[in-house]
T-cell receptor, first 113, second 112 residues
């Protein structure tokens, strides 16, 4: 089955700790995205990547970092600089031929201990 | 900068009612508009996508309309069912880019 997977489903972070959220897709999509969703709110763009080894900041990139070493993978690291990391994180991807339609993963909920 | 607003933020209706969810956007230069469904703690499922040249799209009991010039879209749900309970999000893609701008969502509860 083709799709987007995110792991883990739940993640707990201690104060001062960096944590990494995984996003993998087997749709052969070129572009990948990370969004943050706070309770009762829409999604806000953190980072996006349109091609391997390249990525751009979104609206709320501070306190986050990403890498894009492989087409299939776009991990997001929540650093200790992100003071309010508790949120639901969603990964998405889109193809080069239909770049304006994004497909979403199931999400990771990050909680601070 | 594009801003997307959804009204109401929450809605509770008895089963069987027809209902309308509203979405408005500030910049009419959009490429498409998409309605998503989100169940609690889950990802997004695309319901309907309307290209800027289209006026509406239908899928089963769902009908989405687009009035690009006035910056509005509505999602009409006919004969609502408890299984329709979820958060509904609308999002637009601008002509100039491929980024989605989301509204805050409408949380729908359909009571049996």
């Amino acid at each position: 089955d083709g799709g987007i997977t995110q792991s883990p489903k739940y993640l707990f972070r201690k104060e001062g700790q960096n944590v990494t959220l995984s996003c993998e897709q087997n749709l052969n999509h070129d572009a990948m995205y990370w969004y943050r969703q706070d309770p009762g709110q829409g999604l806000r763009l953190i980072y996006y990547s349109q091609i391997v080894n390249d990525f751009q900041k979104g609206d709320i990139a501070e306190g986050y970092s990403v890498s894009r070493e492989k087409k299939e993978s776009f991990p997001l690291t929540v650093t200790s600089a992100q003071k309010n990391p508790t949120a639901f994180y969603l990964c998405a991807s889109s193809s080069r031929t239909n770049i304006k339609t994004q497909y979403f993963g199931p999400g990771t909920r990050l909680l601070v201990l | 900068k594009q801003e997307v607003t959804q009204i109401p933020a929450a809605l509770s209706v008895p089963e069987g009612e027809n209902l309308v969810l509203n979405c408005s956007f500030t910049d009419s230069a959009i490429y498409n508009l998409q309605w998503f469904r989100q169940d609690p703690g889950k990802g997004l499922t695309s319901l309907l996508l309307i290209q800027s040249s289209q006026r509406e799209q239908t899928s089963g009991r769902l009908n989405a309309s687009l009035d690009k010039s006035s910056g509005r879209s509505t999602l009409y749900i006919a004969a609502s069912q408890p299984g329709d309970s979820a958060t509904y999000l609308c999002a637009v893609v601008g002509d100039a880019g491929n980024m989605l701008t989301f509204g805050g969502g409408t949380r729908l509860m359909v009571k049996p």
